[in-house]
C-alpha cells in the first residue's frame, strides 16, 4: 500500500510461495505430532474396503488444492483491488493534467472516489491477512486433531 512500490502479495508466484511453505509446515507439524497415523486422516472412518483408494485420492487432492486456493484467494483480491486503484488513480492524473482539470468544480469526486477506494483496499489487505491466518489455523488444528 505504498505508493511507487511493489506489492508482494499481487504476484502469484509469491502467494503460492506463501501457501507451500505454510502447508508443508502444517503437515510437518502434523506428521511429528502423529508419527504413521497422521496419514489415516486421508482415510475416514467406518469406510468400506472397496470405497478407499478412491477416498484417499480424493483426500490427497482436497489437502493439495489447499495450497492453490489460499494461493489464488489472496493474489486474486490484492491484485484487483490495486488494479482498481491504479485504473482510478490515472482517470484523476488525467483530470488534474487536463487543462481544464484544476478549474473544474466536480474534479474532487473523482479524487475523493480514489481515496475511499484506498481506504477500502487498506481494510481488505488487513481483512486478507486475517482470513490467511484463520485458515492456516484451521488447518493446522484438522493436522493436529486429526479432524
Sequence with gaps: MIPYSFTITSAASATFFFSITL????????????RDKFFQMLLPAGVPLYLAPLLVGLEAI?????VFSLA???FANML???ALLKVLSS???AIILHPWGWWMPLYFIPLLAVLLVFILETFIAF??????????????ND???LH
Excluded at 486478507?128 to 491466518?133: A, H, I, K, N
Aim: charge should be positive; include cysteine; glycine fraction near 12%.
Design 23 to 34: 502447508f508443508l509446515g502444517v503437515t510437518g507439524v502434523g506428521y511429528g505430532h502423529h
Design 62 to 66: 482436497s489437502n493439495i488444492a489447499r
Design 72 to 74: 489464488v484467494r489472496l
Design 80 to 82: 484487483s483491488g490495486h
Design 91 to 93: 482517470f484523476v492524473w
Design 127 to 140: 481483512l486478507q491477512t486475517y482470513v490467511f491466518m484463520v485458515l492456516i489455523c484451521v488447518y493446522l
Design 143 to 145: 493436522a493436529i486433531c
